[in-house]
């Protein structure tokens, strides 16, 4: 059976020793500068960039006939076929690409 492990709490630690922190001492403008820390101003303005999301990986079973016609299709406009199902897929989920489900023979 794993026992938990007790976090080191420094707030424990003898100020002696060195561990306390002088709460009065700032660093001077020139030190912040020396360091990068960009300007109240520039800090302000700052935002927080997230990164894409990665792309989600999907697994569809389907025939060969119809991997070849999207191959076909494809090579026609120059696209990898995986490219351009994730496109079909993307278009579709969007909306911009009506499906009609009746049949049509």
Do not use: C
Not at 1 to 13: C, G, I, L, N, Q
Not at 49 to 61: L, Q, S, T, V
């Amino acid at each position: 059976m794993k026992t938990k492990r007790k976090k080191p709490t420094y707030v424990e630690e003898p100020a002696a020793e060195g561990w306390a922190f002088d709460e009065g001492k700032t660093l001077t403008r020139a030190q912040e500068r020396a360091l990068g820390f960009p300007s109240p101003s520039a800090a302000a303005k700052m935002t927080i960039h997230r990164k894409p999301a990665r792309p989600a990986r999907i697994n569809i079973r389907t025939t060969h006939e119809t991997i070849a016609g999207l191959r076909a299709r494809a090579e026609e406009v120059g696209l990898p076929y995986q490219t351009l199902a994730a496109s079909v897929l993307h278009m579709v989920a969007r909306g911009d690409l009506k499906l009609s489900l009746a049949a049509n023979r």
